[in-house]
DNA sequence: TTGTAGGCGTTATCAG
DNA sequence: CTGATAACGCCTACAA
């Protein structure tokens, strides 16, 4: 009867510090330490420890060490959308980060809804994460579901959709200086009457993209006509053949488009070469997000380039510094570079 | 003194059912399952005790639930990146069942390296996940790193990409079936020289595709020809440039290309058509997976669709299942369908 | 209907 | 160099 039970060693992986501690008659906070190479333990001591738990294939419980240290390795994300080019190129730069440091990710999705977005936010409050990292959704314009966090001294890094607050660490784009570059890119390629396909309004990034759109009109004394003025709410290809329709079929149609996003100015290509309108020579046209389509459509597509793999790696370090206290390295705002990327569906000369 | 006390209300949140206890003068077990609504406590109580809680900001602590009740509510997601279409989507899928179980995500990529997919495995385990998704990294083929769970009772699911292994469970598309589809839709348009790009052999995913397009040429009568059976590694649409060179050069170069996913069959396109090529008269393609590229390309690529989000979906349902201990609903190997999208690419008649 | 006590696995403090 | 003890926050027999 006993027998049964030691052969049945199928290396039960529920062992530990204890068990280890028992079978070397040693205490448990020596194999504690020992396992962590604490200095304060025998090199023989360390060694038989390190080599028992490897025999009988103990792992640490991090659900213990988290709890006893008051301090989990679990950093959340929430974003709107996963299976998006540009915010799963985040993630993945989330991801990577966070696991060269030993750290976990926890992922969810808003679904642009601010409602789920506060569920999310609850259960990560709940699981104790270290940090979060957060891509608002269009809906959200209130922010006390993330305040929560910083009320527990809980690490906040807002990334790419970020709330109109100077007190929290944002790590973004210039939006209004990409697309002043992105119409003057325009402008500078011949358009006189450019339209502008911009997102929800609330969304601050979406409103600094338009005021780029403007300012870049104002430098040049082009007038700004309302009518060139479009509004997205769900920047989806199928809406981007709405918009194109809308714009195209003005009683004076724009000579160029600046889409906030690639969906968008993908849709609009496909319309407009349906339409027999040639581009770029009847219409430029320039996307945002710099998507692997840009290549691929024909005239491939002018873009905005934004690094979003490096925003991800970048939200992290920054989460990490915050965590280590060193503070002092960590800029509120942190703007990465992005470019206009020239391609055919804009160059005109 | 006591008013001071009162005043700095600032929500601190590490309230536990233990403060709760004291302030209302009851016992820390009476708190938690008052918070529960367990029946054997008085309205009452319930009631003051929520109501305290909700005014205290509590919130439960999942660490130390977990820890206590010997099981955790985060899911592990092993995949090679997450940063693709077909991916993307998957993932997406997953998030969105587990969270609505309530049940967190942990997330991780292993860049088809056998030794990053270990540590993955290592760093979920040590995080005791409830249960494990994986899609293996094109290295992969042996198993340990995922054996350790099954050894701990922790259930684990194969998607997509699936060990040789009758024992596991598995939700995935019948690859073979899949690519004999695609190639017999080729044949059936007028294709007789079909070229084939396989990806890694030792996945038997891209075995089994590669056994679906020799079957279908055996079905119609077509020889097999070793010269057009091309293998793929990294299957970037780099590499698939070098594939198109290297069909599209042979002496006696295919009239149809069956790729193994639409990344190569999307360069394939833009080569031959950069060489004059037309497409489909001179050369069909078919592509897998149906990314959103293919309606984008022109012309648009045939592919064979396969529902990422729904196989995310299922896996995690069958976790449940498994979980719950309802096993005998679980098939150890689930086939979600697949079909042939015909575009523009293929169409010749 | 409620309270007591013990423990989930780990680490930190203090003592030897 | 090592050990005993007490948490971390919660749940759950068992008692009352």
Redesign the interface.
Known sequence: MPRTHLISM?????VTIHDLARQLGVSSSTVSRALKSHHSIGEETTKAVKQLAAEL?Y??????V??RKQH?T?IGVIVP?????FI??L??GM??AA?EA?Y??????SYESYDIEIG?AS??????ICGLLVSCANETTQYAHIQ?FK??GIPVVFVDRIPENDECYKVMIDNREATFKATEHLIQQGCRRIAHYGGPPQQLMYHLRRQGYIDALAKYGLPFDENLLLTATKLTPEEGFVLAEKALSLPNPPDGILAVNDNTA?STI?YAKSKGIRIPQDLAIIGFNDD??CT???PNLSSLHQP??EMGKMAVSHLFKILDNEIVDVPRTTILSTHVVQRESSLRI
């Open positions: 199928k290396k039960k992986s529920n294939g792992r640490p419980n991090n659900l213990a988290s709890l989990s679990s959308h996963i299976n998006r080019p799963s190129s993630v993945s991801e990577q696991r030993g976990n990710v926890l992922i969810s999705q999310n259960a990560f409050f709940n699981s104790r929560q009320d527990s993908v496909l692997p389509v691929i459509i024909e979003g793999a």
